[in-house]
């Protein structure tokens, strides 16, 4: 039986830094070498893979939608010639790109699985190496139309991904969806929470550079603070809200600038600050003001999926209506259409 293909985008992070005066930064051409000295190519149950080392390789802090879309691009462009495909990333902003990815690549029908390390290859002990023989098995010998994001010993849905520990191996989690995985001894699937593929041609949708941003309530915070980040060109923000998705509602100046803004046609999406559950603004009056005024209700997507899915609309030729709608829609299996709205 012939070997199956993995492409491998490989865009940077701590996986293949190395020291420098000034901290760790990407190093051309290391993580090839390393592969080849450990010929990860003997053992016939890997997959052969092709690796494509971006330039310049970037620590993820670096990185931004161009990269998103840069990312998605290349990934259609082999998306053809190969059985799966792996995006190395670092872990910094990794939630944001896996959060993005699924909402760009559409129709998709072969695993693509963003992994990258908390701790460089080229030290003895370093977890790279375990994530990223994982994401090859996964990528090549595993039924998953979805972009995944594997690390430590979880396989969890892109965009529900968050990073939760900046020191510890199992740096991220999915607070609002069980994993599709586990890797332990053996790399067991959870196929009940797996998307089958949707029934559409592969092809992969753009985004264009697009004025969104976050706005995070916190006690005491002013109309005029909000007046700032909330003014033009702003067109998308997401509001991390407390709770189930509360905000001052004695605070009518407060409220007036959101309002202001939501007139203005700026998409506003409420997403709370809690790591679990989700926005309902229908508990609390305090919340039944955000309803009011016009801003969305964002259920139990993460800020990141949030703030991604906003690029995505607003570079689609989508009416407000419609982005009103989708916005509240699982589009790729980012959210829970749990409470009646
Ligand atoms: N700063 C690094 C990055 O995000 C961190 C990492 O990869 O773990 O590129």
Not at 59 to 81: F, K, L, P, V
Not at 112 to 131: A, C, F, M, W
Not at 194 to 209: D, E, G, M, R, Y
Not at 298 to 307: K, S
């Amino acid at each position: 039986m012939s070997r199956k293909k993995v492409y491998i985008a490989y865009t940077g992070g701590t996986i293949g830094m190395k020291e420098s005066s000034s901290g760790y930064i990407p190093e051309k051409g290391y993580l090839q070498s390393y592969l080849a000295a450990k010929r990860v190519l003997d053992d016939p149950a890997m997959p052969s893979f092709d690796i494509c080392e971006y330039d310049p390789l970037l620590d993820s802090a670096n990185m931004g939608s161009e990269h998103w879309d840069t990312i998605a691009r290349d990934i259609a462009d082999h998306y053809q010639d190969y059985d799966g495909f792996i995006v190395i990333h670092g872990t910094d902003t990794m939630a944001y790109t896996a959060s993005a990815l699924p909402f760009l690549l559409q129709g998709l029908a072969k695993p693509v699985v963003v992994t990258g390390s908390q701790i460089p290859l080229h030290k003895t002990r370093n977890d790279g190496y375990e994530n990223l023989i994982a994401s090859l098995m996964v990528a090549a010998h595993h039924q998953i139309p979805e972009v995944i994001l594997l690390f430590g010993s979880r396989i969890l849905r892109g965009c529900r991904a968050v990073k939760v520990d900046a020191f510890g191996l199992e740096a991220f989690d999915s607070p609002n969806f069980p994993a599709l995985g586990h890797i332990g001894i053996n790399i067991e699937l959870h196929k009940e929470y797996i998307q089958t593929a949707q029934n559409i041609p592969f092809h992969v949708q753009s985004l264009k550079k697009q004025h969104v941003g976050i706005l995070r309530l916190f006690p005491g915070i002013t109309a005029d603070y909000a007046r700032n980040v909330l003014r033009a060109p702003l067109q998308g923000v997401v509001l991390e809200t407390f709770g189930q998705g509360n905000a001052p509602d004695n605070n009518k100046a407060l409220i007036g600038a959101l309002k202001e803004a939501a007139d203005r046609g700026v998409v506003i999406v409420n997403i709370t600050q809690c790591l679990r559950g989700t926005v309902n603004q229908k508990t609390y009056a305090a919340g039944q003001i955000l309803e009011d005024i016009g801003v969305i209700g964002g259920l139990d997507m993460t800020p990141n999926a949030a703030l991604v899915k906003m690029y995505y609309l607003l570079s689609q030729d989508f009416s407000m209506q419609e982005i009103y709608n989708k916005m509240r829609q699982s589009l790729c299996g980012e959210l829970t259409s749990v409470i009646s709205l």
